[in-house]
Nanobody
Framework: QVQLVESGGGLVQPGGSLRLSCAAS????????MEWYRQAPGKQRELVAS???????NYAESVKGRFTISRDNGKNTMYLQMNSLKSERTATYYC????????????WGQGTKVSVSS
């Protein structure tokens, strides 16, 4: 059974840092476009960052320069390094993988909550 399991969320003060991890089982993330989404309370889920199998990255304007997405294919894990976190960005972060060989095949993780508060 394919699983994406996020970890690393928690409580952090404004201006602090966290690193989220997304560990995959069964699926090989090297074959997937991998993405991080977040959903704040009462708001729609939004794309935060993405990384292709070749390593190309893309970021939402609101996180450029503060967040870094990466992947370790050997560990079958994706990461999101978040720096300079802002209080308005308390949200649940989800990882998402889209199979580049089989369009329509995609998987979500269960989410990890990041709370930014002083």
């Amino acid at each position: 059974q394919v699983q994406l399991v996020e970890s690393g969320g928690g409580l952090v003060q404004p201006g602090g840092s966290l690193r989220l991890s997304c560990a995959a089982s069964v699926m090989r993330i090297s074959l997937y476009n991998m993405e991080w989404y977040r959903q704040a309370p009462g708001k729609q889920r939004e794309l935060v960052a993405s990384i292709t199998p070749s390593g190309s990255t893309n970021y939402a304007e609101s996180v450029k320069g503060r967040f870094t997405i990466s992947r370790d294919n050997g560990k079958n894990t994706m990461y999101l390094q978040m720096n300079s976190l802002k209080s308005e960005r308390t949200a649940t972060y989800y990882c998402y993988g889209v199979d580049t060989k089989r369009p329509g095949i995609a998987y979500w993780g269960q989410g990890t909550k990041v709370s930014v508060s002083s």
